[in-house]
């Protein structure tokens, strides 16, 4: 049965009218089609329907974790869940691990990284903005997932309080500018994550990566398109979720040891030699 204290994500088929409400005893949600008492909810179970003062049936459903995080309360751009899920395996984000985050903002991709490290794992997020840092810890506390996220108010000019972390995802305006904080974070063999919204950041950045020594980068932009799904006219919708940001990945390698470049030197020396006097016969 549903609880108080329960989220759930209640679904009309005729109207397409859907709420995502916390349930609170003494609380009611307002619908197309009357008002449904959040006393009335905790009498049903997941996946139960509800009839309204007005006669309609609207479906109590369990919410998911996209459908959270584009409703959360927002005061910034967020991350969204065609990104994000694009974002959480190509980092190798796993259970137990350590994610190091800047640009918190409302709390979005904070609550997904926290989501799947799970009570072993954790999400050290960086915001120079407290009003932001506290509407983040406000949405991860509702899906859950706060205690595994530690919240920093500090400019990232301090560089991260991080070493050898397991991921670092960089959401912030001139990310140039700070990859040799996230270098410094990052544990060697492992990945750093950037979004940026415009193409022209993506070229001072791959200048950086380049110059830290990042390997297999990639740039990604990705496109979104739902259908309709009525039997007798499936098409796409008539909006589509478009460029949201592009993403930038990379993984952080270690500079080769002195010995080898010399060695390396060594060794085109002496193919030169070979060559030299192999000409002269």
């Known amino acids: 049965m549903i609880k108080a204290g329960d989220l759930v994500f209640i679904w009309n088929p005729k109207k397409g009218d859907n709420f995502l409400i916390k349930v ?6 307002g619908t ?7 006393s009335d909810l905790m009498e049903h179970g997941y996946g ?3 009839v309204t003062p007005k006669g309609e049936v609207y479906y109590l459903l369990r919410p998911t974790l996209a459908g959270y995080t584009r409703r959360i309360k927002r005061q910034t751009q967020i991350v969204f ?4 899920g694009f974002i959480l395996q190509h980092m190798n984000i796993f259970p137990g691990c350590t994610v190091v985050e800047c640009g918190t903002g ?4 904070c609550c997904t990284f926290a989501h ?4 072993e794992g954790k999400v050290c997020t960086y915001d120079r903005r407290e009003e932001f840092s506290a509407l983040a810890k406000k949405n991860a506390e509702k899906w859950g997932v706060a205690h595994r996220i530690e919240f920093n108010v500090r400019s990232l000019d301090e560089g991260f309080k991080e070493r050898d972390a397991d991921a670092v995802f960089l959401d912030i305006p001139t990310p140039w500018e700070y990859i040799d904080k996230a270098y410094e974070a990052l544990a060697p063999g492992n990945h750093l994550g950037i979004l940026v919204p415009t193409a022209n950041q993506i070229s001072e950045t791959l200048v950086k990566l380049s110059e ?3 390997a297999d980068v990639q740039v990604v932009e990705l496109m979104l398109r739902y259908y309709k799904t009525e039997p007798n006219r499936i098409r796409p919708e008539d909006v589509m979720i478009g460029h949201t940001g592009y993403l930038i990945f990379a993984v952080k390698t270690l500079p080769l040891p002195e010995q080898v470049q010399s060695d390396d030197v060594d060794g085109d020396a002496a193919t030169e030699a070979v060559a030299e ?3 002269t016969e």
């Open 212 to 214: 830290f020594g990042f």
């Open 116 to 119: 799947f490290v799970g009570d």
């Open 106 to 109: 409302s709390g979005s991709l």
């Open 277 to 279: 006097e192999e000409a």
């Open 32 to 38: 197309h089609f009357g008002q449904i008492k959040h």
């Open 81 to 84: 869940p065609k990104d994000a």
């Open 24 to 29: 609170t005893p003494g609380m009611s949600q």
């Open 48 to 50: 139960e329907g509800i």
